[in-house]
């Protein structure tokens, strides 16, 4: 008897969740300072590699002004939860530029404290050290090597810092 009400109750339960409403996006307009350290996996280095990078959990700040979902956001209250881009074609020490693409996710707050979380999408051109920022994510960075120099040891953190970057979904 216990378990048919168990079965019952999953039954009812999967039904309301298959039909639910997806969640819907947050619409967001901001400019941000972006601040991050980010680690580049396998490595810059002189053999031509397919790179990625993406953050730590370390120096990740997001300095906005501007609205999510039509609510203010506190400018000194930000993070960035994620920074995920790929190269497009295969790197090294000696590519000038190189492409690629990725995704920045941020936890921001509004006025009375309430959580916000923005997500955009970007295009990257990377002429070293500046990176300029295409798409949702809208701006021009430079990054710093923190470990590594390409010619001992491959290049495998780094700390991208983005002043003025537009953010519109």
Do not use: Y
């Amino acid at each position: 008897m216990v378990r048919k009400a168990l079965l019952a109750s999953i039954a009812a339960l999967g039904l309301l969740l298959v039909g639910a409403p997806p969640a819907q996006a947050s619409l967001a307009s901001l400019v941000c300072t972006l601040h991050m350290t980010l680690n580049v996996s396998p490595g810059v280095q002189l053999v031509e590699e397919f790179v990625q990078s993406s953050s730590l959990d370390e120096s990740l700040l997001a300095a906005c002004v501007g609205e999510v979902d039509g609510r203010a956001v506190d400018p000194a209250a930000g993070e960035v939860i994620s920074f995920n881009a790929n190269s497009d074609e295969p790197v090294s020490c000696a590519s000038a530029p190189f492409t690629g693409d990725g995704a920045v996710r941020l936890r921001l707050f509004d006025l009375d404290g309430d959580p916000l979380t923005v997500e955009a999408s970007f295009s990257i051109l990377v002429v070293t050290p500046t990176a300029v920022f295409v798409g949702e994510l809208d701006g021009e960075g430079s990054f710093k090597p923190m470990e590594g120099d390409c010619v001992l040891d491959p290049i495998t953190k780094v700390v991208l810092r983005i002043d003025g970057a537009s953010i519109e979904v």
